[in-house]
Nanobody, 128 residues
Framework: QVQLVESGGGLAQAGGSLRVSCAASGRTFTFSTHTMAWFRQAPGKEREFVAAISWNRYNTAYYADSVKGRFTISRDNAKNTLYLQMNSLKPEDTAVYYC??????????????????WGQGTQVTVSS
């Protein structure tokens, strides 16, 4: 079983910054071999992709157009931790942010929620 525990959410003003983290663990889970991702879900909306980072040595990153240039995804394989640095926050970034791990090793990200392990989510609220 895989556990993903998010932290670091909270309240920020528009234009401000926040960093959310995700600690991953599991007896048979090798963090460094799994693509990791962030998704978010705003009230009354469907969950949407935010960013992903590959397992490969380049840590290739992918971003939704809505956050490109403002958010940065990164990972620390030694700490089994995923990060999302969020800058220039906007009120529309308000959502529950979910950490996700692609279930199989060495597989790129996709938008099929069944292919992921999920964390419990952390609330990010941006005031105008």
């Amino acid at each position: 079983q895989v556990q993903l525990v998010e932290s670091g959410g909270g309240l920020a003003q528009a234009g401000g910054s926040l960093r959310v983290s995700c600690a991953a663990s599991g007896r048979t889970f090798t963090f460094s071999t799994h693509t990791m991702a962030w998704f978010r879900q705003a009230p009354g909306k469907e969950r949407e992709f935010v960013a992903a980072i590959s397992w490969n040595r380049y840590n290739t990153a992918y971003y939704a157009d809505s956050v490109k240039g403002r958010f940065t995804i990164s990972r620390d394989n030694a700490k089994n931790t995923l990060y999302l640095q969020m800058n220039s926050l906007k009120p529309e970034d308000t959502a529950v942010y979910y950490c996700a791990a692609v279930r199989r090793s060495y597989i790129s990200y996709n938008l099929n929620s069944d292919d992921y392990y999920w964390g419990q989510g952390t609330q990010v609220t941006v005031s105008s």
